[in-house]
Protein backbone atom coordinates (compact mmCIF):
# COMPACT_ATOMS: atom_id res chain seq x y z
CA UNK A 1 0.00 0.00 0.00
CA UNK A 2 1.16 3.67 -0.82
CA UNK A 3 2.89 5.55 2.08
CA UNK A 4 1.10 8.12 1.39
CA UNK A 5 -3.03 6.85 0.92
CA UNK A 6 -2.06 4.59 4.35
CA UNK A 7 -1.27 8.57 5.86
CA UNK A 8 -4.52 9.82 4.51
CA UNK A 9 -6.68 6.97 5.33
CA UNK A 10 -5.12 5.40 8.42
CA UNK A 11 -8.65 3.76 8.92
CA UNK A 12 -8.02 1.19 5.58
CA UNK A 13 -6.49 -0.83 8.66
CA UNK A 14 -10.15 -1.76 9.96
CA UNK A 15 -10.94 -3.34 6.85
CA UNK A 16 -9.71 -6.96 7.72
CA UNK A 17 -10.19 -8.11 4.28
CA UNK A 18 -7.11 -7.74 2.69
CA UNK A 19 -8.15 -7.69 -0.98
CA UNK A 20 -11.02 -5.10 -0.14
CA UNK A 21 -8.42 -3.15 1.68
CA UNK A 22 -5.74 -3.13 -1.09
CA UNK A 23 -8.46 -2.45 -4.02
CA UNK A 24 -9.75 0.65 -2.14
CA UNK A 25 -6.14 2.06 -1.80
CA UNK A 26 -5.65 1.29 -5.23
CA UNK A 27 -8.57 3.41 -6.07
CA UNK A 28 -7.22 5.99 -3.82
CA UNK A 29 -3.32 5.73 -5.72
CA UNK A 30 -4.92 6.11 -8.80
CA UNK A 31 -6.85 9.01 -7.94
CA UNK A 32 -4.31 10.64 -6.54
CA UNK A 33 -2.35 10.10 -9.87
CA UNK A 34 -4.63 11.52 -12.13
CA UNK A 35 -4.97 14.25 -10.16
CA UNK A 36 -3.86 17.93 -9.86
CA UNK A 37 -4.00 17.54 -6.14
CA UNK A 38 -1.56 16.35 -3.69
CA UNK A 39 -2.27 14.44 -0.59
CA UNK A 40 -1.03 17.48 1.08
CA UNK A 41 -3.81 19.67 -0.70
CA UNK A 42 -6.43 17.02 0.87
CA UNK A 43 -5.19 18.17 4.58
CA UNK A 44 -5.39 21.73 3.43
CA UNK A 45 -8.10 22.63 1.64
CA UNK A 46 -11.40 23.17 2.77
CA UNK A 47 -14.57 20.58 2.12
CA UNK A 48 -16.78 22.90 0.99
CA UNK A 49 -16.76 26.41 -0.33
CA UNK A 50 -20.04 26.98 0.55
CA UNK A 51 -19.18 28.16 4.52
CA UNK A 52 -16.69 31.00 2.96
CA UNK A 53 -12.87 31.05 2.81
CA UNK A 54 -12.55 31.13 6.67
CA UNK A 55 -13.70 27.51 7.16
CA UNK A 56 -10.89 25.05 9.00
CA UNK A 57 -12.46 21.83 8.35
CA UNK A 58 -10.61 20.14 5.30
CA UNK A 59 -11.15 17.54 2.67
CA UNK A 60 -9.98 15.17 4.85
CA UNK A 61 -11.19 16.40 8.07
CA UNK A 62 -14.87 15.96 6.58
CA UNK A 63 -13.62 12.15 4.57
CA UNK A 64 -12.50 10.72 7.62
CA UNK A 65 -15.31 11.70 9.90
CA UNK A 66 -17.75 10.32 8.29
CA UNK A 67 -15.71 6.87 8.33
CA UNK A 68 -15.86 7.09 11.96
CA UNK A 69 -19.10 8.14 12.49
CA UNK A 70 -20.30 5.68 9.65
CA UNK A 71 -18.16 3.14 11.25
CA UNK A 72 -19.77 3.81 14.55
CA UNK A 73 -23.26 3.68 13.84
CA UNK A 74 -22.95 -0.12 12.01
CA UNK A 75 -21.09 -1.13 15.42
CA UNK A 76 -24.05 -0.25 17.44
CA UNK A 77 -26.56 -1.81 14.93
CA UNK A 78 -24.17 -5.18 15.46
CA UNK A 79 -23.77 -4.47 18.79
CA UNK A 80 -27.56 -3.77 19.24
CA UNK A 81 -29.59 -5.85 16.57
CA UNK A 82 -29.04 -9.75 17.86
CA UNK A 83 -27.73 -10.43 14.54
CA UNK A 84 -30.95 -10.14 12.47
CA UNK A 85 -29.48 -7.31 10.31
CA UNK A 86 -25.45 -7.76 10.34
CA UNK A 87 -23.77 -4.88 9.02
CA UNK A 88 -20.55 -6.05 7.07
CA UNK A 89 -18.24 -3.29 8.41
CA UNK A 90 -15.42 -4.05 5.85
CA UNK A 91 -17.66 -3.00 3.51
CA UNK A 92 -19.26 -0.30 5.06
CA UNK A 93 -15.87 1.57 6.32
CA UNK A 94 -14.47 0.85 1.92
CA UNK A 95 -17.65 2.02 0.44
CA UNK A 96 -16.87 4.85 3.22
CA UNK A 97 -13.51 5.68 2.01
CA UNK A 98 -14.47 5.40 -1.67
CA UNK A 99 -17.14 7.88 -1.16
CA UNK A 100 -16.10 11.31 -3.03
CA UNK A 101 -13.10 9.72 -4.36
CA UNK A 102 -14.09 10.96 -7.75
CA UNK A 103 -13.54 14.64 -6.48
CA UNK A 104 -9.89 14.75 -6.70
CA UNK A 105 -10.66 13.90 -10.80
CA UNK A 106 -12.82 17.11 -10.92
CA UNK A 107 -10.08 19.57 -9.60
CA UNK A 108 -8.69 21.78 -11.56
CA UNK A 109 -5.94 24.61 -10.44
CA UNK A 110 -6.20 27.94 -11.88
CA UNK A 111 -2.70 29.76 -12.87
Partial sequence: MDKKVHQLWPELDWIQNKELREQTAKTWELALKKSVLTSDDLNRIPFTLLCGPDLKVTFMD????VV????????KI???YHGELPVDIDVLVAGD?????GKLLEYELND
Fill in 97 to 101: ILADV
Fill in 68 to 75: HIAKDAGD
Fill in 62 to 65: HKRS
Fill in 78 to 80: NDM
